[in-house]
């Protein structure tokens, strides 16, 4: 996935929708030190920051350098740029070696891993007993039925453009391999459900719309999936240029701690 963020990492920014506090108060009553967390595929940081909240250091990493350069900055939040040429030992050393993470959190990422190799290194890094893994995603919005059906629309003629590794979130982590104990967060193939509300104007979702990779690629290919038709087709379905809607995106978890 080197790259595939890197042409929308401005846009990625303020497109996104921001992770509930809850969440992370959750995540952090479960572990019972609160020293290191490692932020995966951090990309703007967004989950970074909510980890924060609760966990001394923070160490966020991504493969694009370009997420990075645009992540929004915190006193106990380390970026880093971590290029697939890094050897596991590497990583291992540069987060904060064996037995020494309490929490790994991955936002809207982890279906572009190679899962055995990173699901070892977690293995590897989590402090045990007590450190925790929490994975996520979200794969769909509700507005209002006319926004929606256009919304599909906009999914289905994308389809070609999307890459393989994304099954997983379309599904929503449903067949995601997950080899983690359960904390009672969502489990392998049982991933908890949860909404995330956010208010939300018609530019943010065109915005949020064009940071997809899969409408990016169309891009890219000559194909514009938000042309200017159909962005006014949303805008009269939305209430008009300057309306805000509520809207709520559709996300799952999965959470666990390493088998002993």
Do not use: C
Request: no cysteine; glycine share 8%; aromatic share 8%.
């Amino acid at each position: 996935m080197a790259g595939l963020f890197d042409k929308q990492a401005e846009i990625y920014v303020d497109a996104r929708p921001t992770y509930p506090s809850d969440w992370f108060s959750k995540l952090a009553a479960l572990t019972p030190q609160h020293s290191l967390a490692w932020d995966v595929g951090t990309g703007n940081g967004q989950a970074a920051l909510g980890v924060a909240e609760h966990y001394e250091r923070v160490i966020a990493t991504d493969v694009s350098e370009a997420q990075i350069e645009h992540a929004k900055q915190h006193p106990r939040v380390k970026y880093v740029h971590t290029p697939l040429s890094l050897s596991d030992d590497e990583l291992l050393t540069l987060i904060g070696g064996e037995n020494s993470v309490d929490l790994v959190t991955v936002a809207e990422a982890v279906h572009w891993f190679d899962l055995p190799k990173f699901y070892a290194l977690v293995t590897r890094l989590l402090r045990k007993p007590g450190g925790i893994i929490a994975v996520w995603g979200y794969n769909d919005l509700v507005v209002s039925p006319e926004v929606d059906h256009l919304m599909e629309g906009i999914r289905d003629r994308a389809l070609p453009f999307w890459d393989p590794k994304i099954e997983h979130l379309q599904d929503g982590y449903r067949t995601l391999p997950f080899p983690f104990e359960s904390v009672g967060l969502g489990s392998e193939g049982k991933p908890l459900q949860l909404d995330i509300e956010k208010k939300l104007s018609l530019e943010g979702l065109v915005r949020m719309t064009r940071s997809s990779s899969a409408v990016a690629a169309a891009k890219d290919q000559g194909v514009d999936l938000l042309s200017e038709g159909v962005v006014k087709n949303l805008e009269n379905a939305w209430g008009g240029p300057n309306a805000v809607r509520t809207v709520t995106y559709k996300a799952f978890m999965l959470a666990g701690k390493v088998k002993l």
